[in-house]
C-alpha cells in the first residue's frame, strides 16, 4: 500500500524568507502526486499536483514542487513566503483515482 | 465554481447518540469520501462510494457506516458516538476517470464534538 511521509511537523521560517516542505512517498511506481494547504478552520485546497510531463510543477500563491522519480521525492517550494502562507501542507499520493493516501501534515509558521 | 458543502460546521453530541453528518457536492461526481482528520495523524480515510448505493471501506471504517441514496449527497453516520470519535470530519468529492478523477474536492469540515 501507498504511504506518504513529511518528516517535519512544523516549520517556521521568516516572512519573505525561502520555504522547501519535504514530501516522500513509498513506491516507485506511477503515481499522481499532490500538495493541498489548509488554512485554520477551512478544508483542504489543491496547491498543484503532478500526473505526467514536466517534473517541475507550478501551483498557486507562487508555489511549485518538483518530482523526482529516483528519490521518490516531491518536495514543495516557494522563494519569498509571506504571512499568509501560515497554513497546514498536505502531500497526497494516489495510485488510482479513488484512493488518496495523505501525509501527516507540515505547520508553516510564517512570522514578521 | 465547484462546491462540496457539510451540512453543519460545529456540532456537540452526547455519547451514544446515533450522529448524522451530510455531504452534498454541486459538480457531478461519481466518487466521494469521508475522512477523519486529526492531529499528528493526518487525514485518513473513513469509507468512500464511487456511485449510487456503492461504498467501500477505507482504513478506519469501525464505528462508522454510509449512505449514498442520490449521487450528490453522502452521510456518514455514528451509529453510537463514542468520544473517542471526537474529531474533524472532512467530505471530499472527485470525478471518475485517469485524470480527473484523481483531483479531490473538500468541504469545509465538521468539527465533532462528543461528550
Known amino acids: 500500500a501507498q504511504s506518504v511521509t513529511q518528516l517535519d511537523s512544523q516549520v517556521p521560517v521568516f516572512e519573505e524568507a525561502p520555504v522547501e516542505l519535504r514530501c516522500n512517498y513509498s513506491?516507485?511506481?506511477?503515481?499522481?502526486l499532490f500538495w493541498y494547504v489548509q488554512y485554520p478552520n477551512q478544508g483542504l485546497q489543491l496547491l498543484l499536483k503532478y500526473l505526467s510531463g514536466s517534473t517541475l510543477v507550478k501551483g498557486i500563491n507562487g508555489f511549485e514542487a518538483e518530482f523526482n522519480k529516483s528519490q521518490t521525492s516531491f518536495h514543495l517550494r516557494k522563494p519569498s513566503v509571506h504571512i499568509s502562507d501560515t497554513a497546514e501542507y498536505f502531500c497526497?499520493?494516489?495510485?488510482?483515482?479513488?484512493?488518496?493516501?495523505f501525509g501527516t501534515g507540515t505547520r508553516l509558521l510564517v512570522s514578521p | 465554481d465547484v462546491k462540496v458543502t457539510q451540512s453543519s460546521r460545529y456540532l456537540v453530541k452526547r455519547t451514544g447518540e446515533k450522529v448524522f453528518l451530510e455531504c452534498v457536492q454541486d459538480m457531478d461526481h461519481e466518487n466521494m469520501f469521508w475522512y477523519r482528520q486529526d492531529p499528528g495523524l493526518g487525514l485518513r480515510l473513513i469509507y468512500f462510494s464511487y456511485d449510487v448505493k456503492m461504498k467501500e471501506k477505507g482504513d478506519i471504517p469501525e464505528g462508522y457506516s454510509v449512505s449514498r441514496e442520490k449521487k450528490e449527497r453522502f452521510s456518514l453516520i455514528l451509529e453510537s458516538a463514542s468520544t473517542n470519535q471526537t474529531s474533524m470530519y472532512l467530505c471530499a468529492s472527485s470525478a471518475s476517470g485517469t485524470t480527473e478523477g484523481a483531483e479531490a474536492f473538500f468541504g469545509q469540515g465538521t468539527r465533532l464534538t462528543v461528550v
Open positions: 513506491s516507485s511506481v506511477s503515481v499522481y
Open positions: 497526497a499520493v494516489s495510485d488510482r483515482p479513488r484512493k488518496l493516501v
